[in-house]
């Protein structure tokens, strides 16, 4: 485990995230507890990971489907989108075959494209923005933090 990871584990047990957050052992592991409904609260009350945090996990993460960090334009159809700082992601979310989540944070933009009775749940905290469009077939539940910007 390399000490970024050490760094943001030992940051989130101190603000008290639950005991998943200690038993991450990649960064892989920390952006999966992103997707899940006690993660996404957890970041939104903390704002929380910082811009700078992700930045020091972002070599480690470049190739994994559906994470965009400081990554400029990119357009993705993955199930589970991360989409943080200097992003802007479209994502094409299509078909009812399994719920998809979106998550944008640190100033990052995502377009969400929902179509095809898709059915998504976005979350967008630290100054993130998320456009949706939406054929009229799809559900897309948005969770923003009170403090988004």
């Known amino acids: 485990m390399n000490d970024s990871l050490q760094r943001i584990r030992r940051t989130a047990m101190e603000m008290g995230a639950c005991r998943l957050a200690g038993q991450m052992d990649s960064p892989r592991d920390a952006v999966r507890l992103l997707f899940t409904a006690q993660g996404r609260e957890f970041c939104m009350k903390h704002q929380w990971p910082s811009r700078a945090e992700f930045a ?87 969770e923003m933090s009170d403090r988004n910007g």
């Open 56 to 142: 020091s996990m972002a070599r480690e993460l470049e190739n994994e489907p559906g994470i965009f960090i400081e990554s400029g334009r990119a357009m993705t159809g993955t199930i589970d989108v991360l989409a943080s700082g200097a992003s802007d992601v479209t994502v094409l979310a299509s078909g009812a075959d399994r719920l998809r989540h979106v998550v944008a944070c640190n100033g990052a933009r995502v377009r969400l494209d929902v179509r095809n009775h898709a059915v998504v749940t976005a979350c967008a905290f630290s100054g993130a923005h998320i456009d949706i469009t939406n054929d009229g077939t799809g559900s897309v539940t948005l």
